[in-house]
């Protein structure tokens, strides 16, 4: 009995209060700051070192859907054209809205990334439930979505939960490369949601292909037919990221 | 048996591995089976038009390894292993599924990864699954997509009423292609760096570590003790961090909150320290072929001590509440037993395995990188069960703290990254590690430029899901879901 009070005051309260505040550690890598000015236009160390060809020259820009945050392209600039801030509110609601070109600020990036739309507000604005599926993921986005239910981030305090069939959510949260052989099952999944419903994909992996690009064995067709609410980048997208950029879908923050 | 000996990254010339006629091979292999040796890999090779089938078997207390070959040049079929070691069932229907030489007598000759989907005819038909018949016998399919947010597979099990006789898992819905990736971008060291860490993502810093040993044992390259360090602890930060959230998962899937609330908050402090290290929670970043691309500073360091020390004790009070807890005792003890000497029959790997008394940890019989300097005792508990798959969590989070506190006092600065030249032409090399889930084995071949020609990666799973249908045998369907969260298993290291 004693142990367990011990316990729970050791435990104390770990949740994140105010996310409007909230900071994560430096050494983080995401918003990438590019500065063209120091950029020569010339050398490709940069976009030859991107393992997934998410840099392009003339003029500088990065696709945050490409990217994997791995930082190699700002340790090969000599210039340090390129580099990696902290700053992890980079969902947006339209892919286009992921490359960053040069000059670009991470203050201004989340208000202009991310356009909440009315319904959305209107339908999902106090509870959003949320089915995930994972088609190929590394189990590296689906402990980050995981992780939002934490005692940490604690997602479930905006009315949003993650359910366990696609019958009970409101939409989908997507990661992985769409492999072709989780193909049938994530468009049953998808029938499955009522309308109105939403669709995030969450990842390099789900936006781009990420590492896998390309690879024979993916089926990225869904996302031909499917409209996409929001894109939340990373590798795997830090909790943070993810909940910001969902309150933001929803009109919670901005 | 004059098989080749060799050890933990060691590099042999393929003409120096001896070819054997496959009778003789698989004489030979069970032989040493028998005598205790384990199979880390099991794979074939197509090259001029034949096929090469490569076993290799670790002998755990010399820290050798022995390699030996078959060609099939013509021959469509051979004697299956199987039968007589159960162990090796995923490993020949993964060979039989590559270069479609057939295990004849394989009991389970089932599709691994192909075959699903999105193949010519997508139905069940492709996969058939065992049925058991009788009254009131009743079968319960589960996935690919399961309630939780985890990666998929499919379950089959068969019941009567809420016993389970029987489960069949079906893997390869996350089949992505990795080892053909790893050939066809084989000129871009810094693309396969980045591939090997989305292996299995909570396996990040155990894959990339295998990686580019191989690579440098490849190229000769020793990489400074500093950079060995750094990487082990970033090895056991990862081990801490995702038992910490095993202990959390295991908890809350017998309803107990508490435990869940508070071994997931500890975890976030362990992986919060790994982004401090490398800006990644889960080690993306940190490790390159020659070494690091991330210090440790010394202010750091203190930080990070401070961090292990505190966990500790709060990892102790946190997992005597729930280890004295009786409602949590009634699920764990004796639920999902796996006997040492199942065990050993089916080559069961990591703590999953010491957890039922088979002692294997790479980490002490075949070191590697900062374990050669730093000896680690191989923990075992001997029940088997949910409680000792549990229990041996809680004994390998405060083995691993202390290990990260000794080694923090052993960085001095130095040299953190080395250039990797050109790798050797025309080796086999095989890197085992000690991931957190167990023995991580990855077979390189390289050919006569010295370029990959084989890349072929085994996580620990692809041993232990066999050790998981056996567990929940004779249980209550209920008891399924911690039986599996025991283990952890890697859909996406099974699929590749």
Not at chain 1, 95 to 101: E, S, T
Not at chain 2, 218 to 230: D, T, Y
């Amino acid at each position: 009995m004693f142990e367990l009070l011990k316990l729970r005051i050791q435990h104390n309260r770990p949740v994140i209060k105010d996310l409007r505040r909230a900071e994560i550690n430096p050494a983080f890598r995401g918003f990438p700051l590019l500065n063209a000015a120091s950029c020569c236009g010339t050398c490709p160390a940069c976009s030859d070192v991107c393992p997934t060809g998410a840099l392009a020259l003339n003029p500088l820009r990065l696709d945050m859907g490409k990217c994997i945050f791995c930082g190699e392209c700002a340790r090969s600039c000599p210039e340090q054209a390129v580099r990696f801030s902290p700053a992890y509110r980079i969902g947006a609601t339209k892919r286009a809205a992921l490359v960053v070109n040069a000059g670009q600020r991470a203050e201004d990036f989340p208000g202009q990334a991310i356009v909440a739309r009315k319904e959305i507000h209107r339908l999902f604005g106090r509870s959003l439930k949320l089915r995930q599926v994972s088609a190929g993921g590394c189990n590296g986005c689906e402990m980050e979505l995981a992780a939002c239910g934490n005692v940490n981030f604690d997602m479930g305090r905006f009315g949003i939960d993650f359910t366990a069939s696609p019958r009970h959510a409101d939409g989908l949260v997507i990661t992985g490369p769409l492999t072709r052989n989780m193909s049938p099952a994530l468009k049953d999944a998808y029938r499955s949601v009522s309308e109105p419903k939403i669709v995030i994909l969450a990842g390099a992996c789900a936006i781009s292909g990420g590492v896998f690009a390309g690879a024979d064995q993916l089926n990225r067709s869904f996302l031909v037919e499917t409209p996409v609410d929001l894109f939340i980048p990373g590798c795997p997208p830090h909790p943070l990221t993810i909940l910001d950029g969902l309150l933001r879908l929803l009109g919670r923050i901005g | 048996m004059n098989w080749a000996e060799i050890k933990n990254l060691q590099a042999v010339r393929i003409t120096d591995i001896p070819c054997l006629p496959i009778d003789r091979l698989r004489e030979e292999t069970l032989t040493g089976l028998a005598a205790g040796r384990r199979v880390v890999q099991f794979f074939g090779h197509r090259t001029a038009g034949k096929v090469v089938l490569y076993v290799v078997l670790a002998d755990d207390e010399y820290s050798h390894l022995y390699v030996a070959s078959s060609v099939f040049a013509k021959e469509t079929s051979y004697p299956a292993f199987t039968p007589a070691a159960p162990g090796l069932h995923l490993f020949e229907r993964e060979f039989y599924e590559q270069f479609g030489i057939k295990p004849a007598g394989h009991p389970w000759l089932k599709p691994l990864r192909k075959g699903i989907a999105g193949s010519a005819a997508a139905d069940e038909t492709l996969y058939p699954f065992f049925h058991m018949e009788g009254e009131e016998v009743h079968e319960v399919g589960v996935g690919p997509i399961h309630a939780g947010i985890i990666e998929p597979g499919h379950f089959r099990f068969s019941c009567h009423g809420e016993g389970v006789y029987h489960l069949e898992i079906q893997h390869g819905f996350q089949h992505r292609g990795v080892e053909e990736l790893f050939l066809r971008r084989r000129e871009s060291p810094v693309f396969l760096l980045r591939l090997a860490e989305s292996i299995a993502g909570d396996s990040v810093i155990g894959h990339v570590g295998a990686f580019a040993r191989a690579l440098e044992a490849l190229s000769g390259v020793n990489i400074s003790r500093q950079a060995m360090i750094i990487r082990t602890i970033a090895s056991e930060l990862e081990r801490v961090a995702v038992h910490l959230g095993d202990l959390a998962a295991l908890a809350a899937d017998v309803a107990y909150l508490t435990g869940n609330a508070v071994f997931g908050a500890l975890r976030t402090k362990v992986i919060n320290t790994t982004l401090a290290i490398c800006g990644s929670r889960f080690g993306r970043g940190l490790v390159v072929p020659g070494g690091v691309n991330f210090d440790i500073p010394p202010s750091l360091r203190e930080d990070i001590r401070a961090t292990m020390d505190r966990l500790e004790d709060e990892t102790d009070l946190a997992a005597e509440v729930l280890f004295a807890s009786a409602s949590v005792l009634s699920r764990f003890e004796k639920t999902g037993i796996v006997t040492e000497d199942t065990a050993r029959r089916i080559g069961m790997v990591g703590p999953a395995a010491r957890a039922s008394g088979f002692a294997v940890d790479v980490r002490a019989d075949h070191p590697y990188g900062g374990f050669s300097y730093f000896p680690v005792h191989k923990m075992t508990l001997h029940s088997g069960d949910v409680f000792a798959r549990a229990y041996i969590r809680h004994v390998e989070i405060k083995q691993s703290l202390r290990m990260i506190t000794e080694q923090l006092s052993a960085l001095n600065g130095g040299e953190l990254n080395k250039n990797c030249p050109a790798p050797a032409a025309g080796m086999l090399l095989v890197s085992l590690a000690e991931g957190w889930r167990g023995e991580i084995a990855h077979a390189v071949i390289t050919d006569g430029e010295g370029k990959l020609q084989r890349y072929k990666i085994k996580d620990p799973s692809f041993h232990n899901w066999f050790a998981l249908a056996l567990a929940v045998r004779g249980n209550g369907i209920s008891d399924f879901p911690v039986c599996n969260k025991s283990f952890n298993l890697s859909y996406c290291g099974t699929d590749l």
